[in-house]
């Protein structure tokens, strides 16, 4: 199987396309990089890759563990939607296809349908294409990042044949669309909130953009993953699903902000990303955020803190892009007084003290607040307040000081 992927790797692309996009494709300059960037820092990338020379380097731990972890991703994969063993209603194993993750049978059904919710209790086998997309969005991620760090090509040309055959070969590629992402049996063939299943993709597409100024990336494979995303984006625009989201009152409307703006920031839309992130504290924050900083649509779940910290890293994630076109979120508060700033502080009271925390966080505990410290990392930079740079080294830096965020994004400097 990978031989056949390897052997359709020279796929022609039509010219009538790759005329269209030769020469965003062409061979890009730092500048070019850093104007399509969503998330990370290419200065900040620069600066860490610099400082590796040095003795005892702050970002060694981080490095040494992206490397051990990139190692690791060179014999896993290739990754594709079309290796599941069920058919999704639209006929073709191309289409992406999970279920909601805590919908489980009904014991006191025969077949068990319709399925039946217990939130935060999910289901493993519901996962399905989700496997498959985590499985590309991690070794990509890592791969990429290896290959900027070490300068070893063969991290760069690993990441290229995943890309390969999630998007380009005829075989393997996944259609641009996630119509049947989150199904219910019995209930219904897909939802909206399924699209919240491929919320990281803001770090694949600049995992996309930094390997374009590799030479394991040719004009072809450039030209043709960029139609794919565009479609893709359209279909997020366009769809009922994307609709349905753009409205929603919770993490998976702010999740939807930072996927689309993210793919429209590769794309080369920043009208796009400056209107959809104006529209944050309007349509979003105004919402979701209370005067003391709660949220009260995450706190209702099992795993409130988990929940608080995703919300709350997606709106992070939105205004990091804001920054990059122009506009500027963190310093809004809503009529209530709600803000990004007090959102974390809610928060960061209950750091250490799990057993003070007035809500349900049925499991993941420190999954939470490790999450909760990398958003303390980048708040110093966002609210230039060294209290939270302090909060930060007195009780998260040596713990994540091998986290990979910690390469490609600042805190306060």
């Not at 031989?3 to 039509?14: D, G, H």
């Not at 399924?194 to 993709?201: E, N």
């Not at 429209?264 to 003391?292: C, T, W």
Request: net charge negative; aromatic share 12%; proline share 4%.
């Amino acid at each position: 199987m990978k031989q056949m992927f390897a052997e359709s790797y020279k796929k022609a692309l039509s010219f009538s396309l790759l005329l269209l996009l030769t020469i965003s494709c062409q061979q890009i300059t730092d500048e070019e990089i850093s104007s399509r960037l969503s998330m990370w820092d290419l200065s900040h990338m620069q600066m860490v890759k610099h400082s590796l020379n040095e003795e005892d380097d702050f970002y060694r731990p981080a490095y040494e563990q992206l490397i051990e972890n990139a190692e690791s991703e060179l014999n896993k994969g290739p990754w594709s939607v079309t290796f599941k063993d069920i058919i999704p209603p639209g006929g073709t194993k191309h289409d992406y296809m999970s279920m909601g993750p805590y919908w489980w049978p009904d014991s006191t059904k025969a077949d068990g349908l319709p399925y039946i919710r217990k939130d935060g209790v999910a289901k493993p086998e519901n996962r399905m294409d989700r496997t498959q997309l985590g499985g590309l969005f991690n070794g990509v991620r890592t791969l990429s990042l290896a290959w900027f760090f070490s300068d070893d090509r063969k991290y760069a040309d690993r990441a290229v044949e995943l890309l390969h055959v999630w998007f380009i070969d005829e075989d393997t590629r996944m259609n641009p669309h996630l119509e049947y992402a989150q199904a219910i049996p019995g209930r219904t063939d897909g939802r909206g909130i399924g699209i919240i299943d491929a919320r990281s993709i803001y770090d694949l597409v600049d995992s996309i953009t930094l390997l374009e100024r590799s030479s394991a990336f040719d004009q072809a494979d450039k030209a043709e993953i960029r139609q794919w995303f565009t479609d893709y984006r359209n279909w997020l625009v366009d769809s009922q699903h994307g609709k349905d989201m753009d409205v929603y009152v919770n993490n998976h409307s702010t999740a939807y902000d930072a996927q689309v703006s993210s793919i429209a920031r590769y794309l080369g839309d920043d009208e796009f990303v400056r209107q959809k992130i104006s529209a944050v504290p309007e349509n979003r924050m105004n919402h979701m955020i209370e005067a003391d900083g709660s949220q009260p649509h995450e706190l209702r779940r099992t795993r409130g803190l988990s929940y608080s910290v995703s919300n709350l890293r997606n709106f992070y994630n939105s205004g990091e892009m804001g920054l990059k076109v122009g506009v500027d979120i963190f310093g809004y508060a809503n009529p209530e007084g709600g803000s990004l700033k007090n959102a974390l502080d809610f928060m960061i009271q209950y750091i250490g003290k799990p057993d003070t925390f007035p809500y349900e966080q049925i499991s993941n505990w420190e999954s939470a607040e490790n999450g909760l410290g990398i958003l303390i990392y980048r708040a110093g930079r966002y609210f230039n307040d060294p209290e939270y740079q302090r909060l930060w080294e007195e009780s998260f830096a040596e713990k994540l000081e091998r986290d990979w965020i910690l390469m490609v994004m600042p805190g306060l400097e």
